[in-house]
Each structure stands twice: as structure tokens, then as C-alpha cells.
């Protein structure tokens, strides 16, 4: 949101949360607390709630035209499964879809996926060296080597390893 403040794009927040709405009014943004109202006047909308922020019938509020991202996962956000029968996916470019009923119509970046992390975008290909070091994390927990609690970064070696892997796939010397 402040990105997009910078950019001087009118950026309205819809909460339902009243703390975290204060929150948001503090920062200069617009609140909207009905939903439907805050589909139907935006633009672009971009889910980051983490707990399904649209499902069936919160699409046919969208504004006709609008752009939909998510910063989350598909799953996490959109429930896509409820537009099956009722729109129709042109799929336009690798990361736009164009879904049309008989009355509507909105885009979808990234089928609905983060678009925060597609290839080639802000954090471009060293997105994967952090996905590398969460499987090394993950190799790490499920060794079954006792750790003390608390919070454990990945070894100078494993870094080593992954990041020799990386230059291996992306220096293009």
C-alpha cells in the first residue's frame, strides 16, 4: 500500500478488524468496511490476508475489467474451484487470465499465485537461493539432531553448497 502511495495510486484498504483498520487510518489510507462496495470501486486488487479474502460470490463484485493478484498463494486467498462452470479462463500471456462469465469479466495475475515471486520479478532468480536455504532449514529439522529452542540459521557450508548450485544455473559468464 505505501508503494502504491508513493506511485500516487488512490489506495483504499478494506478491514474488518477495527484495531487493524485504526492502524491503516493512521498510515493515510482509506478504510472500506464492506467489502462488496471496496470489489466494485477498486481498480486492482491484491489479497494478502493469508485466509481466503475472496470466495464464490465476492467475484461478481468486482469492478468489470479489474485486475485480481495475490501475494500468497492461490489457495490461501482465492477460492478459484467456485468459478468453475461460471467463467471461462483465456489464458492472454504466461502470467494473465482473462475470466469471463455472461456478464463479467476480471484478470487474474499469476493463475492466482503470489505474484511477488514470479520468476523475473523484484527479487527475480535469487528468490531461489532463499527457497534453498528454506530446504536446507528443513533438511536441518528433519535430521532429528537435538537443537535447542529458539532461532538457528543455516551453516556457512550449506550456504556454500547452495550458492555454488545458484552460480551454476545463473552466472552467465
Known amino acids: ?15 474488518t ?18 467489502k462488496s462496495e471496496a ?13 481466503r479474502a475472496l470466495e464464490g460470490e465476492d467475484f461478481t463484485y468486482l469492478r ?7 501475494v500468497t ?4 486467498e482465492l477460492n478459484l474451484v467456485s468459478l468453475r462452470g461460471t467463467y471461462r479462463v483465456d ?5 494473465l487470465s482473462r475470466m469471463t462469465s455472461w456478464n463479467h469479466h476480471f484478470y487474474l495475475l499469476n493463475d492466482g499465485n503470489a505474484v511477488n515471486f514470479v520468476h523475473g520479478a523484484a527479487v527475480g532468480p535469487f528468490i531461489f537461493l532463499v527457497q534453498g536455504e528454506i530446504l536446507a532449514a528443513l533438511a536441518l529439522l528433519s535430521s532429528g539432531q537435538a537443537m535447542e529452542p529458539g532461532l538457528h540459521e543455516v ?19
Open 17 to 34: 478488524d477495527p484495531v487493524r483498520a485504526v492502524e491503516v487510518m493512521s498510515h493515510g489510507f482509506a478504510v472500506k468496511w464492506s
Open 91 to 95: 489464458q492472454l500471456s504466461p502470467h
Open 39 to 51: 470489489l466494485g470501486r477498486a481498480d486492482v486488487i491484491v489479497c494478502a490476508t493469508g485466509n
Open 1 to 15: 500500500a505505501n508503494t502504491l502511495r508513493a506511485k500516487s495510486v488512490r489506495t483504499t484498504v478494506y478491514e
Open 155 to 173: 551453516g556457512n557450508q550449506e550456504r556454500e553448497i547452495i550458492a555454488r548450485s545458484w552460480l551454476r544455473c545463473f552466472n552467465e559468464e
Open 73 to 76: 498463494s492461490s489457495d490461501d
Open 64 to 70: 468489470p475489467g479489474s485486475y485480481v493478484a495475490s
